[in-house]
C-alpha cells in the first residue's frame, strides 16, 4: 500500500500543498485543482479543522482512485493519526520527527518530513522515510539537490517552498521527480478566481509533462 502511494505521487509529479482559511474555502480550491489535472493534494493542518476537510475530500473523491488526497504540517504523531483516521494517503512535514515516523511505519503510510540538511535526511531515511520533503527549498536551490543526490541517489528529494512555472525545470533537472507546489498555484484563489486556479493546475500539469518527456 505505502509502495503504491509512492508511486501514484511520482506518477503525479506535482503535490499541491494546498493552505486555506477555511474548510469550505480549501474544497473549492481542491475542487478548481483537480479540474485542471493536479491529483495530489497535500492538505495542510493550518487549515481550521483541516481533519474535516481531509474527510471531506477523500469520501468526494473516493471513487477518483488516481485522487491521492493527504496531509501537510503534520508535527507530531498525534496529528499523524488524526489525519490518518480521517483517511490521509500520505503525511508531509516540514520537520523530521522519529515517532511521526514510526506511527506511519505501522499503518504503512508514507511520510514525508521536512529536511534541510544531508545528517536529517540520513535520519529521516533510517527511520523509514523514502521522500523527504526539502523544505524551504528556495533557499538551498536545485544545486543542493544535485549535490545530495551524488552520495544518496536512494532518496527522493520533493522540494517545497517557492516553486514557480519559471523554475521548476531547474528542480527536475537536478533529480527531483515529486515537486511540492503552494502559492504559485493558489495565488488566484486569494481572490476567489477559481477558474484561474485551474488555468494555472494545467499550465503546471503540462509544463511538468513536457519537462519529464
Ligand atoms: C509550504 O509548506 O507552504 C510549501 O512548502 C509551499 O510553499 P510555497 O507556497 O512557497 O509554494
Known sequence: KKMQTLQALEKNGIVAVLRADSVEKALRITDALIAGGIKSIELTFTVPNADVAIKKLTE?????????????????????????????????????????????????????????????????????????????????GPAFVKDVKAPLPQLEIMPSGGISLDNMGNWIKAGCKILGVGGSLLKPAETNDFAKVTETARAFVDKYQQLTE
Open 60 to 140: 468526494l473523491y473516493q471513487d477518483r482512485d488516481d485522487v491521492l488526497v493527504g496531509a501537510g504540517t503534520v508535527l507530531d504523531a498525534q496529528t499523524a493519526q488524526t489525519a490518518q483516521m480521517a483517511g490521509a494517503k500520505f503525511i508531509v512535514a516540514p520537520t523530521f520527527d522519529p515517532e511521526t515516523a514510526a506511527f506511519c511505519n505501522l499503518y504503512q503510510i508514507p511520510y514525508i518530513p521536512g529536511c534541510m540538511t544531508v545528517n536529517e535526511m540520513k535520519a529521516a531515511m533510517q527511520a523509514g522515510a523514502e521522500v523527504i520533503k526539502l523544505f524551504p527549498s528556495n533557499i538551498v
